[in-house]
């Protein structure tokens, strides 16, 4: 049965329900009738009430009441009423008369009148059934409706990220093969690698950290093309690839780190990037020395924004992210639950 928001569905709380009344009836007659009898008449009156509830929610209404047809609503309900409360009546008596009573026992006038009451009494709960029953089918609607658009939502700061990269590294590779370097086919295959990627991983929900990796290492490798001088990258891995995560999630601090962490005039750039595993989480960090055009960068960039976003809709509230200066360096850091 489904499932929404770690709840029980409305079919699954009827069922509780019903449960709750058939134990509820059945340990109040039990002391009188033992158990076989109690069970039985129980089952009896469970029976009926469900008949007097969803006869009403399912029948009555839909058919007299949400018609207008107010008079025709108020003459069947009296009719079945009495239909459901005659019924229960002879049935109770004659299942009595038979498999428990030592002498035959006549129904009475009074008996059905004592049952039709209380076959009115459920009557009237069944409007609260009903509003019940409303309010968990409106309640799931504006779930699915919230999901549909986080969906959407994630969908949208996804794609903001690939074809701003895709267009720039080709570029990149524009200018390679202009100069006719040795190194063009190489580059070529790592960017055919990403575009497989955009195409066939970051559509999905979750990809394998191996998969994010090999990613990151051909971003990095296909932007060092327009850096002029080396830079020294330190790469450390010490987690679980066979692991999930969502996609494009580490993107953004590395893609900042070639945006604004690299001084294109200066020869001694250094980047550390750490992927560390531990109790459950994934914690990604970077660092880059920090220079004058970067130490106005914070966390109040568009890219960080934008994975505030993602984060929240996938994780909620159970992340961390950092993205400021630290003396001559500036740090980056992300702690997500790895699935």
Same mark, same amino acid.
């Not at 159970?318 to 740090?331: C, D, H, S, W």
């Given at each position: 049965?489904?499932?929404?928001?770690?709840?029980?569905?409305?079919?699954?709380?009827?069922?509780?329900?019903?449960?709750?009344?058939?134990?509820?009836? /059945?340990?109040?007659?039990?002391?009188?009738?033992?158990?076989?009898?109690?069970?039985?008449?129980?089952?009896?009156?469970?029976?009926?009430?469900?008949? %007097?509830?969803?006869?009403?929610?399912?029948?009555?209404?839909?058919?007299?009441?949400?018609?207008?047809?107010?008079?025709?609503?108020?003459?069947?309900?009296?009719?079945?009423?009495?239909?459901?409360?005659?019924? @229960?009546?002879?049935?109770?008596?004659?299942?009595?008369?038979?498999? /428990?009573?030592?002498?035959?026992?006549?129904?009475?006038?009074?008996?059905?009148?004592?049952?039709?009451?209380?076959?009115?009494?459920?009557?009237?709960?069944?409007?609260?059934? @009903?509003?019940?029953?409303?309010?968990?089918?409106?309640?799931?609607?504006?779930?699915?409706?919230?999901?549909?658009?986080?969906?959407?939502?994630?969908?949208?700061?996804?794609?903001?990220?690939?074809?701003?990269?895709?267009?720039?590294?080709?570029?990149?590779?524009?200018?390679?093969?202009?100069?006719?370097?040795?190194?063009?086919?190489? /580059?070529?295959?790592?960017? =055919?690698?990403?575009?497989?990627?955009?195409?066939?991983?970051?559509?999905?929900?979750?990809?394998?950290?191996?998969?994010?990796?090999?990613?990151?290492?051909?971003?990095?490798?296909?932007?060092?093309? @327009?850096?002029?001088?080396? %830079?020294?990258?330190?790469?450390?891995?010490?987690?679980?690839?066979?692991?999930?995560?969502?996609?494009?999630?580490?993107?953004? /601090?590395?893609?900042?780190?070639?945006?604004?962490? %690299?001084?294109?005039?200066?020869?001694?750039?250094?980047?550390?990037?750490?992927?560390?595993?531990?109790?459950?989480?994934?914690?990604?960090?970077?660092?880059?020395?920090?220079?004058?055009?970067?130490?106005?960068?914070?966390? =109040?960039?568009?890219? %960080?924004?934008?994975?505030?976003?993602?984060? =929240?809709?996938?994780?909620?509230?159970?992340?961390?992210?950092?993205?400021?200066?630290?003396?001559?360096?500036?740090?980056?850091?992300?702690?997500?639950?790895?699935?």
């Amino acid at each position: 049965m489904k499932i929404f928001s770690g709840q029980a569905s409305p079919v699954q709380l009827q069922w509780l329900l019903w449960g709750f009344v058939f134990l509820i009836n /059945f340990i109040s007659m039990l002391p009188m009738d033992g158990v076989v009898q109690a069970a039985a008449f129980t089952a009896i009156s469970t029976a009926f009430y469900a008949i %007097i509830i969803y006869g009403n929610i399912h029948f009555l209404l839909p058919v007299f009441y949400k018609k207008g047809r107010l008079m025709p609503y108020v003459l069947a309900s009296v009719f079945f009423l009495a239909l459901v409360g005659i019924t @229960r009546s002879y049935l109770s008596q004659y299942i009595y008369n038979k498999y /428990f009573s030592k002498e035959y026992l006549p129904i009475t006038t009074k008996s059905i009148i004592y049952v039709s009451a209380a076959c009115v009494v459920i009557y009237v709960l069944s409007f609260v059934f @009903r509003f019940a029953l409303d309010y968990f089918k409106l309640k799931r609607q504006a779930e699915e409706i919230i999901a549909e658009k986080s969906l959407a939502e994630l969908n949208l700061l996804k794609s903001q990220v690939q074809p701003h990269f895709l267009f720039n590294t080709l570029n990149n590779i524009y200018y390679e093969a202009y100069k006719e370097a040795p190194r063009t086919a190489m /580059f070529i295959e790592r960017l =055919s690698e990403i575009m497989r990627y955009f195409v066939d991983e970051s559509p999905r929900d979750v990809v394998t950290l191996g998969t994010e990796i090999q990613f990151l290492e051909n971003y990095i490798a296909l932007e060092r093309i @327009r850096i002029r001088h080396e %830079i020294s990258i330190t790469f450390i891995q010490n987690c679980r690839k066979e692991a999930s995560i969502p996609p494009m999630l580490l993107m953004t /601090f590395v893609e900042n780190i070639f945006k604004h962490g %690299i001084d294109k005039s200066n020869p001694e750039n250094a980047v550390t990037i750490s992927l560390v595993q531990e109790n459950g989480y994934l914690l990604f960090q970077t660092q880059n020395l920090l220079h004058d055009k970067q130490s106005m960068t914070g966390e =109040s960039g568009f890219g %960080i924004r934008n994975l505030h976003k993602r984060l =929240s809709l996938l994780f909620g509230s159970n992340y961390e992210l950092t993205a400021q200066p630290a003396g001559k360096y500036f740090n980056a850091s992300l702690k997500i639950p790895l699935q």
